[in-house]
């Protein structure tokens, strides 16, 4: 599985992506968990029995741009097991700044308008 998200995506939105299983010896109810990758638990299952991912934290991709998260869904006796890589889009997200906080600067008295000497 793979999805891109804007790193500006709100916190709840669910990932555009559904986990699909099967097990053909089984009609137990699923459990599904995020057993690793998950950096700072930034996303979270929704609900342990539905396939659903959620966005829990805010994304920041000067922090990471990436994420491999390996899920685990089990028929109650049996795991199976799969990555969902989620890629961070960056975004404009940072103001222009000064470098430095105040600029000194000398005109002369007859200095020409629009001319720099």
Same mark, same amino acid.
């Given at each position: 599985?793979?999805? @891109? =998200?804007?790193?500006?995506?709100?916190?709840?939105? +669910?990932?555009?992506? !559904?986990?699909? $299983?099967?097990?053909?010896?089984?009609?137990?109810?699923?459990? *599904?968990?995020?057993? @690793?990758? !998950?950096? +700072? !638990?930034?996303?979270? $299952?929704?609900?342990?029995?539905?396939?659903?991912?959620s966005?829990?934290?805010?994304?920041? *991709?000067?922090?990471?741009?990436?994420?491999? =998260?390996?899920?685990? $869904? @089990?028929?109650?006796?049996? %795991?199976? %097991?799969? @990555?969902?890589? $989620?890629?961070?889009?960056?975004?404009?997200?940072?103001?222009?700044?000064?470098l !430095?906080?105040s600029?000194?600067?000398?005109?002369?008295?007859?200095?020409?308008?629009?001319?720099?000497?």
């Amino acid at each position: 599985y793979s999805v @891109s =998200l804007r790193e500006d995506v709100l916190l709840g939105e +669910k990932l555009p992506l !559904n986990l699909r $299983v099967d097990d053909a010896d089984s009609d137990a109810q699923f459990t *599904f968990r995020i057993a @690793s990758g !998950n950096f +700072k !638990n930034a996303f979270g $299952v929704l609900s342990p029995h539905a396939g659903q991912l959620s966005v829990r934290r805010r994304l920041d *991709f000067e922090t990471r741009s990436a994420y491999r =998260l390996e899920m685990g $869904v @089990s028929d109650g006796l049996f %795991w199976g %097991w799969a @990555s969902v890589d $989620v890629q961070v889009i960056d975004v404009d997200d940072t103001s222009p700044a000064f470098l !430095n906080a105040s600029y000194t600067a000398t005109v002369r008295e007859d200095a020409l308008i629009g001319r720099d000497r």
